[in-house]
């Protein structure tokens, strides 16, 4: 489910970031996954570690920040997270119709019209 969509559905709630998982790319590149814990007095807490890795980090292990939380799927995300993922897909969907059209010029052969030229060597 999108993000925004995710927001939308479940029940806003208090997060508590548990830990933060790293992982490194075979470039070294750092990605960062959060677990997060429902803030409530029910034990055990309910527990979510997303599929979803970042960089930069996005929270800090102890961090209380607001998310939502779905019961049935046991989904948990944090707005800001939620957010970032919105405005990201946001941003390729305006300039996905640019590339697709600059494809098309260049497959019927209309180059000197293209705004941004691609040159292979």
């Known amino acids: ?5 995710f927001l939308d559905v479940a029940e806003p709630v208090k997060l508590i970031v548990l830990q933060v998982d790293e ?3 075979s470039e ?5 996954r959060p677990v997060f814990g429902l803030v409530t007095d029910i034990r055990p807490r309910p527990e979510y570690a997303g599929p979803i890795w ?15 939380y779905n019961p049935t799927t046991g989904e948990m995300q944090s707005t800001r997270m939620a957010n970032r993922t919105f405005w990201m897909g946001r941003i390729a969907q305006a300039f ?17 019209f293209i705004p941004v030229r691609v040159r292979v060597r």
């Open 96 to 112: 996905g119709p640019l590339v697709l059209a600059q494809g098309i010029l260049m497959f019927f052969g209309f180059p000197e």
């Open 28 to 32: 070294g590149k750092r990605s960062y």
């Open 54 to 68: 970042v960089s930069p980090k996005p929270h800090q292990a102890g961090d209380i920040v607001q998310g939502g």
């Open 23 to 25: 992982k490194r790319d």
């Open 1 to 5: 489910m999108p993000a925004k969509n």
